[in-house]
């Protein structure tokens, strides 16, 4: 079903003043086509004064005091609530747009016989988990059952419901041969689900190679190297390079460069994270694996690191000399592929991006944070790429999202790379923003002529500081994952794929990995945003940061003493197969040697900044376990 149908209300402000507080605001309801909208109520929270509007959609309505909450009803529409300030009075140009009526029978599930359910029944089946052997979902791609046989329940760490299933990947010429698949949900999501139909639908999961780094290379030299010689992209030679001020805090937004350490010509490019943490990356355009002679430098530091680390030798570091500060300005981008093929999801992506953009103007209320977005297509269609430039007025940037519609395109490649320069060269970025994102949502690769300038795009997004997080819908094939998850990573970005738990849309790619957990879109968003945006404070005081999904603690490893300075000794009561160090994200720092029989370890963490750090390890039976550790200086 497609819920395409829209209202704009375009509201005026008139210049009439009848006291101090009151403002006569004038409006007109227009339909998606411009033409007006009769019998729509307008009225103020709370307040007994109500207009309807006009045959041509007109109306007025006197506000006694700003700010106050404006009220939109309509038979067949979904009620649409707005807060009118005095900034919104001067600005003048205040748009809404009005959905029609989500059904609340609305399924997006199957039952044990295929028939379909209601929102009401997601808490009990999120309840049953799925056993190693049996099946609790089974997928065709394009239609789902599930199977009350064999069902066993399990919880996470976090105390959410998983629900698993192992299988056998066809012709996998990895290690990596069973899967494992976790589906989230809670009281609170399912309560979520059944009060708000018109979002919360859309299911999604991540793959961040960062924090399975030896997987990603295991799968660029096997299942992904026919597409690394396609793209001509090979994103595996990677330094990193943390950062920190001469008080051990993390330096955020400090440019680094990699050389080379003859010509002192800059190979790569890239911008500290809120972590303080940035990738750097040698020959990602050609398949040259050797390591050539290179230099690290970076502004604020007189040092230079004459013969830096590759990833799997350790990390990098420099000292700044610089007192800490953190930028209070944080930038969003939404991309978005409006072509034909994505008309069996793109009404449910902009319902969800609405909500998530909402909730996040609203947490983040405190900073500068400013949004913008980009709509292309594919050449000779109605148009290649429109925009919004980025603003601190959310609803513009929401009515251009929500009056986007899927069109055109027709063969598989789109103008992805038209869309890449756009949101680069159009858009006004903060040169000093904290963070800067770009969520890319697509289901199909850019043709293959432009191959030269993805490259290019890519090297400039990194350059800027910009991480790219791609979000892949329906129909795409392996050669645009590796794409996107090469992108990802060149920028420090993460890669996101919607799934078929949903029962929206077409066929969605199984990710090439061993695991991942499904999630709502609606919480994975705002998860990976709030990761991105986290900085700890230039001050003794520590906060806590937004972890990740810690996976469950299997053996019981400890860390200790916990808080520490630096020292930290890890037990374990059997063996393990891999040790790492990670951050709050889950990117992996340090990778910690063992033998067949040890059972205990003594690092130090003093190098790294404040904060809270995962002990990750795998087992002999390739299960992911995980501690926290607290570091503090």
Not at 328 to 335: E, L, M, Q, R
Request: charged share 25%; with cysteine.
């Amino acid at each position: 079903m497609k819920y395409s149908f829209f209202l704009i209300v375009t509201l005026m402000f008139s210049s009439l003043t009848f006291n101090a507080n009151s403002q006569m605001i004038k409006g007109k309801v227009l339909n998606e086509k411009g033409f007006g909208a009769s019998n729509i109520t307008v009225k103020f929270s709370n307040k007994v004064n109500k207009v309807i509007t006009n045959k041509d959609g007109s109306f007025s309505i006197m506000a006694s005091k700003l700010p106050d909450t404006l009220i939109f009803n309509a038979e067949g529409y979904e009620p649409y609530k707005v807060v009118v300030t005095e900034k919104t009075v001067i600005d003048k140009d205040f748009s809404i747009v009005l959905l029609t009526k989500r059904d609340k029978g609305k399924s997006y599930y199957a039952s044990t016989s295929g028939d379909p359910i209601t929102t009401a029944d997601l808490k009990s089946i999120a309840s049953f988990g799925m056993s190693e052997a049996g099946g609790l979902y089974e997928t065709d791609g394009y239609s789902k059952k599930y199977t009350k046989e064999a069902r066993t329940s399990k919880t996470t760490a976090d105390g959410r419901s998983g629900a698993y299933k192992t299988y056998a990947s066809p012709k996998s010429s990895s290690s990596y041969s069973d899967k494992k698949i976790r589906y989230i949900t809670d009281e609170a999501t399912t309560k979520d689900v059944q009060e708000t139909y018109a979002t919360k639908l859309l299911t999604a999961g991540e793959v961040n190679d960062f924090n399975k780094w030896k997987m990603w290379e295991d799968f660029t030299d096997n299942e992904f190297k026919i597409h690394a010689n396609n793209w001509k992209l090979y994103v595996n030679q990677r330094y990193t390079v943390q950062i920190q001020h001469k008080n051990k805090y993390a330096a955020v937004g400090v440019y680094v460069y990699l050389l080379n350490a003859y010509t002192k010509d800059t190979v790569w490019r890239a911008v500290t994270d809120n972590t303080g943490k940035a990738e750097l990356w040698a020959n990602i355009g050609n398949a040259n694996k050797e390591k050539n002679d290179y230099i690290i430098v970076c502004k604020g530091s007189t040092k230079t690191i004459t013969k830096p680390y590759l990833f799997q030798e350790g990390i990098n570091r420099l000292e700044i000399e610089t007192d800490c500060n953190t930028s209070n300005k944080i930038d969003i981008v939404f991309v978005v592929d409006a072509t034909g093929s994505m008309g069996d999801e793109i009404d449910y992506l902009k319902l969800e991006l609405e909500d998530v953009l909402t909730k996040t103007f609203e947490k983040y209320n405190n900073v500068e944070l400013r949004a913008a977005s980009v709509f292309y297509r594919d050449l000779g269609d109605e148009y290649v790429t429109k925009h919004i430039d980025f603003n601190t007025d959310l609803l513009k940037v929401l009515n251009f999202i929500k009056l986007q519609s899927a069109e055109a395109g027709g063969d598989v490649p789109e103008a992805v790379d038209a869309a890449l320069a756009t949101a680069l060269d159009s858009l006004n970025w903060s040169s000093d923003a904290r963070t800067k994102i770009m969520f890319l949502i697509l289901d199909a690769p850019p043709h293959q002529e432009a191959q030269a300038k993805m490259f290019t795009l890519i090297q400039k997004a990194a350059a800027m500081g910009i991480r790219v997080v791609p979000i892949v819908c329906s129909g795409a094939d392996k050669s645009t994952e590796f794409l996107m998850r090469s992108i990802a990573l060149a920028t420090n970005g993460t890669y996101l794929f919607l799934t078929n738990h949903s029962g929206i849309g077409k066929a969605h790619i199984e990710p090439t990995t061993d695991s991942y957990n499904v999630e709502l879109l609606n919480d994975l968003l705002p998860r990976i945003i709030q990761q991105m945006v986290f900085v700890n404070s230039c001050t003794s005081q520590q906060q806590k940061e937004p972890l990740i999904k810690v996976d469950n603690n299997i053996l019981k490893v400890k860390a200790s003493p916990n808080p520490t300075k630096g020292n930290v000794t890890i037990t374990a009561n059997k063996p393990l197969k891999d040790l790492f160090i990670a951050d709050f994200t889950g990117k992996i720092l340090m990778k910690i040697p063992v033998n067949a029989k040890q059972t205990s370890w003594t690092i130090n963490i003093a190098h790294f900044p404040a904060g809270t750090y995962i002990v990750r390890y795998v087992t002999t039976n390739n299960e992911w376990g995980a501690d926290k550790v607290v570091l503090v200086h």
